[in-house]
């Protein structure tokens, strides 16, 4: 019989992060997966970040995670989505190679301390007393472990869809978890059914580039993790087509044959990332449709078209496929297909991802609805950091809206649920203006160091910035004239009076470069760093006045909600509502205020009874 | 809660009336029902019953309904019984039910408060009740109304959607602008803030609803011995002020407040303004107090010599019936306060511009809190109008939404409740 404190199911983004945030926190973790040699692998899109998860994976990173790295080490074409907007919204982005993506995730989890390997099908999950005792796999062996962290994806249950034909399976050519799906089923766990879906993989070789317009890597220095020093392979460009009428025709001649509209697929798929079928039908009277011709690596033909994601029949794809400019002669070299899998429903979870039912069973990644690598990779770093912490007797970062994309993640899974694949928008984060791509390290390595699941390379990274940012405010607080200014040629008035260089920073057209002559070289050294102080002092009064709500907020988070709150009880509370409460099963009276539907009076009334109750 | 105690109330007018209806809410209505009317009806279904009470003696044949909890106005069991309005029937009724155990007549705004704390209304309606519980003018009362009835929460309703709609096409451009559909904001999009901004500031320079607490206030002001402390009892109807012709009686400022035709009135009488070399050191005093109030008043009238007053004073040509009374050219009233001649005209005068000053009878007002919430978003507005980078406009917009989650209390608070608690003992 093996023993471990950490035992985390599934090789995926999600289990990655999870069982390398385990061991990181000192926890004799194992990760089990079906194929250790597809540990790493993209199932679909080949780029990492963009708007949102660019967010979430720089915080990944920020607590020492995989993704980053691994998405540099991959990295073969950067973009900065948002570039023209306020950096709160700059959305990093990176295509990477697949192999390369693979093999250096694959080289991370095999060189991480207190980490063990296992090849196999996670069977049946061992209870005793209502809570995690151990592990059972296909073959029989047993591991004795109080701390699961599920994240089996798309796995559960998972049926593959292309037009009328149908498969089992998590992802073309992998099986289905079905025992472990059908005991979760018998556990009284609440679960439904979602879909996705992913583009026909074209042959790079066959399409005409010639004539379509070309989309170039970006020619900047930033990578996705400060770690990585420099961008290290070579950049490829993209290309981009449209879907045409003639494709929308055939499209519409064989809606029948979709199984998203034939009825075989009723559950719900992405809103932000719809099929190509599903746009045809929706916004019928539109020209076309932009298409991204995005290369999958350098050692490859393999082409992915980054917004015809599909289902329908092989000849129809086909079809689709060859109507669009530049790819008349386009091979098919993998079709698109569909796939419905189950999930639960995360208000099932308490914060921790820890299932409420099932004490010591954490999950995280798609199973819990969500959709991205970014998103599952994030889930798997606070069930990890979470269920060590828990095995161990230690306390995890403490992340919340206000510090993290994570934790609105969180948080919003767990009062609100899904409908729909969850996908991480900057909209989310009410505090956005200081969660910035861009500041994750200053936000939360410093929670990370603390905690003890950062490595020794990024916490000697992180002093020395510290020690830069001292520095960075020492300069900004030195006090300089309008005048001095205005004789270097900048944009201010001379009769505005002397002002710290944090002030004038909020200039229009006032760089941290311009202000050389006080800054001195610091700017040239650490130019990112730069860049990022002169943001804080340019939001720092949009920040100042969150200060008071973040006060209230804090003030309703201090009035606990016991997770058997009588909601019932509260006369006035409408049927809904009670039972949108009784789910989320919210820890504290602000939680409850962001669980859809519930009114102001209604969260008044709940005050009012919560008092009652602790006073009684 | 489920454990209090359950109430009952005429809450129709005061009989002799056409009907009396009487509510009884609370865990016993059901009871109540069961005692007086012998079964309980349908719910939400008027029913002809006949009550009678524990000894089964007729009270009335009424219309008997039951609404149960807890989609109800209280949000508790509820039961009405509409009786003949005769005093007789309502008081027997109302005995029967406060013959039955753990079911007591309702204190004032009991009703009310128990929808509050039980969610069915929000923290704007629950002021308004609370203004209601304390009004003592019909003008106060029928302000406080149209907040409890919810008239100010179903207005910041719909700007807090409209918000809404503005912060989604941000929002749009913001995370799909590698989409094609969303990548500009629509033309009107400025416009339309500033239409919304422009609503709220109209809002803002209403009439307050402190003002009908505090009451329109008028001060008495001119030099000694202008009659100022007779006409100001005149004018409250009592003998609030000293009076007498030494010059300098008066020597500090006096307020009453009084309800004249429903709009509430605050008058103030002061001291005598003369300069500073014949009086004593209290009169100093008083006259310094003078000169305060005179800054705070609404209205000042004007006893002293024409075109000496305040800017904007009402000139008053007083102690008309004196011999060798000599009016001013351009006084707004003559009157005597000894015979009245004339005070009529100028009561009248100052409820017209009182009436015009104060809130609307029936529209919502705003208190101070829901003023400075509002003003918070007229402001935001304002910025989000004024700044082209479309993240920070989205942010100006999110603190729209807030203050406007404030002023309902969708962002509840400890504090926001300490307040209301304090005000309701909601949490005895
Ligand atoms: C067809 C398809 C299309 C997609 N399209 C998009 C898209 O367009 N945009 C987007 O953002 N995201 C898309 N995704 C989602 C993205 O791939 C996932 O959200 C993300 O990879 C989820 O990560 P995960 O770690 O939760 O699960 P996965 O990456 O699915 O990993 C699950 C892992 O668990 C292992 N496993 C499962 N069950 C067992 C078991 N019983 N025993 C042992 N091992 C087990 C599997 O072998 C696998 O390694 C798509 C996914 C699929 C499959
Ligand atoms: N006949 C007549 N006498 C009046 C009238 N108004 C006031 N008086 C008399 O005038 C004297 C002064 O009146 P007050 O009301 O005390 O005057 P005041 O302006 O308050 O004076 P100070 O308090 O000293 O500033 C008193 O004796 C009053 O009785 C009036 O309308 N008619
Ligand atoms: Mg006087």
Not at chain 1, 394 to 411: E, F, G, Q, W
Not at chain 2, 313 to 331: P, S
Not at chain 2, 361 to 386: I, Y
């Amino acid at each position: 019989m093996h023993s471990f404190d950490v035992l985390v199911i599934g090789g995926g983004h999600a289990g990655v992060e999870a069982a390398c945030a385990a061991a990181r926190m000192g926890a004799r973790t194992a990760l089990v997966s079906f194929d250790l040699s597809a540990i790493g692998a993209m199932s679909c899109n080949p780029a990492i970040g963009g708007l949102g998860k660019g967010h979430l994976v720089r915080e990944v990173d920020a607590l020492d995670g995989v993704l980053g790295r691994a998405a540099d080490a991959g990295a073969i074409h950067y973009r900065m989505l948002n570039r023209s907007k306020g950096s709160a919204v700059w959305g990093p982005r990176v295509q990477a190679d697949r192999v390369r993506f693979k093999a250096a995730v694959q080289a991370m989890v095999r060189a991480q301390a207190n980490l063990t390997l296992v090849q196999g099908e996670a069977a049946a999950l061992v209870l005793e007393g209502g809570r995690v005792a151990g592990l059972e796999l296909a073959d029989g062996t047993m591991f004795h472990v109080k701390h699961l962290v599920l994240c089996t994806g798309t796995f559960l249950g998972g049926i593959l869809f292309r037009g009328e034909e149908r498969f089992e399976g998590g992802r073309i050519g992998e099986n289905a978890a079905h025992r472990l799906a059908l005991q979760l089923r018998g556990a009284d766990l609440p679960m439904a059914r979602l879909k996705t879906g992913t583009p026909p993989r074209l042959d790079g070789r066959t399409i005409d580039w010639a004539v379509l317009e070309e989309q170039p890597s970006d020619g900047e220095a930033w990578t996705m993790s400060p770690l990585t020093k420099r961008r290290i392979n070579p950049r490829v460009f993209c290309a981009i087509t449209r879907t045409t009428q003639a494709g929308h025709d055939a499209i519409r001649a064989n809606l029948h044959r979709s199984p998203l509209f034939s009825g075989a697929i009723a559950a719900a798929g992405p809103r932000y990332c719809p099929s190509i079928e599903d746009k045809i039908h929706r916004f019928g009277d539109r020209e076309g449709h932009q298409v991204f011709l995005e290369p999958e690596g350098l050692d490859t033909h393999m082409v992915y078209p980054n917004g015809i994601s599909t289902s329908l029949p092989v000849d129809v794809q086909e079809e689709v496929v060859r109507t669009m400019p530049g790819c008349g002669r386009a091979e098919i070299v993998q079709p698109g297909y569909a796939v419905e899998y189950d999930h639960i429903d995360p208000r099932a979870l308490t914060p921790d991802l820890q299932v409420r039912a099932i004490p010591g069973l954490y999950c995280a990644g798609q199973i819990n609805g969500t959709t991205g690598y970014e998103e599952a990779a994030a889930q798997g770093l606070v069930a990890g950091l979470e269920a060590a912490a828990a095995a161990l007797g230690k306390a995890a970062p403490k992340l919340d809206r206000a510090n993290s994309y994570i934790a609105v993640m969180v948080d919003d899974l767990t009062l609100q649920g899904v409908s729909e694949p969850y996908r991480m928008l900057t909209a989310r984060a009410e505090y956005r203006l200081r969660l910035r791509a861009n500041n994750a390290a200053t936000r939360l390595t410093g929670l990370g160091i603390a905690a003890g699941c950062i490595g020794a390379e990024r916490r000697m990274w992180w002093e020395r910035r510290e020690d830069a940012r001292k520095m960075f405010h020492v300069k900004h607080s030195q006090k300089v004239h309008a005048r001095e200014l205005a004789d270097l040629g900048l944009p201010v008035r001379r009769d505005h009076g002397e002002k710290p260089l944090a002030e004038w920073l909020r200039y229009d057209g006032v760089t941290p470069e311009a202000l050389a002559p006080w800054l001195g070289e610091i700017t040239a050294l650490d130019p990112l760093l730069a860049e990022e102080m002169a943001e804080d002092a340019a939001y720092a009064p949009y920040l100042a006045r969150q200060d008071s709500e973040l006060r209230d907020l804090r003030a309703s988070e201090a009035l606990p909600l016991p997770a058997d709150f009588p909601y019932a009880e509260v006369p006035g509370l409408s049927n809904e509502m009670v039972e949108r409460l009784t789910k989320a099963a919210p820890g504290t009276l602000a939680a409850a205020g962001r669980v859809p539907g519930v009114t102001p009076a209604a969260l008044s009334a709940l005050l009012v009874h919560a008092r009652r109750k602790a006073a009684a | 809660m489920r454990s209090a105690d359950t109430i009952f109330a005429l809450s129709s007018g005061a009989p002799p009336a056409g009907v009396g209806v009487i509510r009884v809410s609370g865990p016993a209505a059901r009871e109540a029902l069961l005692a007086l009317a012998g079964r309980v009806p349908e719910p939400r279904r008027a029913s002809l019953t006949r009550l009678r009470d524990a000894e089964g003696a007729l009270l009335d044949e009424a219309l008997v309904l039951w609404f149960p909890g807890p989609n109800t106005a209280t949000g508790e069991d509820l039961a009405e019984f509409h009786c003949h309005g005769g005093r007789a029937v309502i008081a027997a009724v109302e005995g029967a039910l406060a013959a039955l155990r753990g079911v007591r007549r309702a204190e004032p705004g009991e009703f009310t408060r128990r929808a509050f704390a039980n969610g069915r209304i929000d923290l704007a309606e629950a002021e308004g009740l609370a203004d209601l519980l304390s009004a003592e003018t019909e003008l106060q009362r029928a302000a406080a109304l149209a907040n409890a009835g919810g008239a100010l929460s179903r207005q910041v309703e719909l700007w807090r959607e409209r918000v809404l709609v503005l912060s989604a096409e941000v929002e749009g451009v913001l995370d799909f602008s590698d989409e094609e559909d969303s990548a500009d904001l629509p033309e009107c999009f400025t416009w339309n803030i500033g239409a919304l901004a422009g609503e709220l500031s109209e809002w803002l320079a209403r009439p307050r609803s402190e003002r009908l607490g505090e009451g329109f206030r008028v001060v008495l002001a001119g030099p000694p011995n202008a009659g100022k402390s007779t006409l100001f009892n005149a004018l409250v109807e009592s003998e609030a002020a000293i009076t007498s012709p030494i010059a300098g009686t008066t020597r500090d400022v006096i307020e009453r407040s009084v309800a004249i035709e429903g709009v509430p009135f605050t008058f103030v009488d002061t001291a005598g303004l003369r300069d500073g070399t014949e009086a004593d050191a209290i009169e100093v005093i008083g006259i310094a107090r003078a000169e305060a109030e005179l800054a705070r008043a609404d209205l000042v009238l004007w006893l002293g010599a024409e075109g000496e007053g305040p800017q904007g004073a009402w000139e008053i040509a007083a102690q008309a019936d004196r011999e060798g009374f000599a009016t001013k050219a351009g006084a707004r009233f003559t009157l005597s306060a000894v015979t009245g001649e004339g005070v009529a005209a100028l009561k009248t005068a100052l409820v017209e511009t009182a009436r015009a000053a104060l809130p609307k009878p029936g529209e919502a007002a705003l208190n101070a809190r829901q003023h400075a919430r509002l003003a918070e978003a007229e402001e935001a507005l304002r910025d989000a109008k004024g700044t082209s980078d479309p993240l920070l406009v989205a942010e100006e917009l999110r603190r729209a939404r807030l203050a406007f989650d404030r002023l309902i209390g969708r962002a509840t608070t400890e504090d926001m409740l300490d307040t209301l608690f304090g005000r309701f003992c909601i949490g005895k």
